[in-house]
């Protein structure tokens, strides 16, 4: 089955600069793939999400880059804010399934004012 | 717009006792239902998914269970609690092209 590598697992930045967290994956029929934000004790949240017919998708701050000779992703954050400090989790839906996510383990960013 | 509840937001219970945790979603019909479970400072994990009434499918071997009784009514139970199903349960939905949106949460803490 699909499997999903998430680097690094935490991440320190000044504000101001830019974070970069990247996944790779394993199933190359795998066709979508969000990144999600969690705050401590709320619920992940969508922030971005790509496909597979797509290279490259940006808003505002963030972008995610996919490559999928190299069957990985990534997700960029520019001009890093506090409020940007969060657990992160980038996920991918495996070619035939019923838009099952299957999960990174997470990446701890801490933004330092 | 969608919306989707969880209850209840935070439960203790003593090893060996049953569990039934209830998720239901509004605006929508017939969509995918996700379980997943997430332990302290950890990833996501798939236990169950249901793409329609009484249609289940599980990810992992574990005690748990899954039960979709309506459209819209996702409930995850067991029997009798393990210390290992202590984490934070979260319920998603999903409709074709769109992206997988969580509820509020469960969190579950078994002594």
């Known amino acids: 089955g699909e499997n999903v590598e998430q680097h690094p697992s935490t991440l320190s930045v000044q504000e101001g600069d830019s974070a970069v967290i990247k996944c790779t994956y394993s199933?190359?029929?795998?066709?979508?793939f969000p990144w999600y934000k969690q705050e401590l004790g709320k619920r992940p949240q969508l922030i971005i999400d790509?496909?597979?017919?797509?290279g490259e998708k940006k808003d505002q701050r963030i972008a995610v880059t996919l490559n999928k000779t190299a069957k990985h992703f990534s997700l960029h954050i520019t001009e890093t804010q506090p409020e940007d400090s969060a657990v992160y989790f980038c996920?991918?839906?495996?070619?035939?399934?019923?838009?099952?996510?299957?999960f990174g383990k997470g990446t701890k960013l801490s933004v330092k004012p | 717009s969608q919306t989707i509840h969880q209850w209840p937001a935070t439960l203790v219970q003593p090893v060996g006792s049953p569990l039934s945790l209830e998720c239901t979603v509004e605006?929508?019909?017939?969509?995918?239902l996700y379980w997943y479970r997430q332990a302290a400072g950890r990833g996501l994990q798939l236990l169950f998914y249901?793409?329609?009434?009484?249609?289940i499918s599980s990810e992992v071997p574990q005690n748990l269970s899954a039960s979709r009784p309506q459209d819209r009514q996702f409930i995850l139970s067991s029997k009798k609690l393990l210390l290992s199903d202590s984490g934070f349960y979260l319920c998603?939905?999903?409709?074709?092209?769109?992206?997988?949106?969580f509820g509020p949460g469960t969190r579950l803490t078994v002594l």
């Open positions: 998603a939905w999903r409709n074709p092209g769109t992206s997988p949106f």
């Open positions: 199933d190359s029929a795998s066709n979508y």
């Open positions: 790509i496909r597979s017919n797509v």
């Open positions: 996920a991918a839906t495996p070619g035939g399934s019923q838009g099952n996510l299957i």
């Open positions: 605006g929508t019909s017939n969509p995918n």
């Open positions: 249901s793409v329609g009434i009484g249609q």
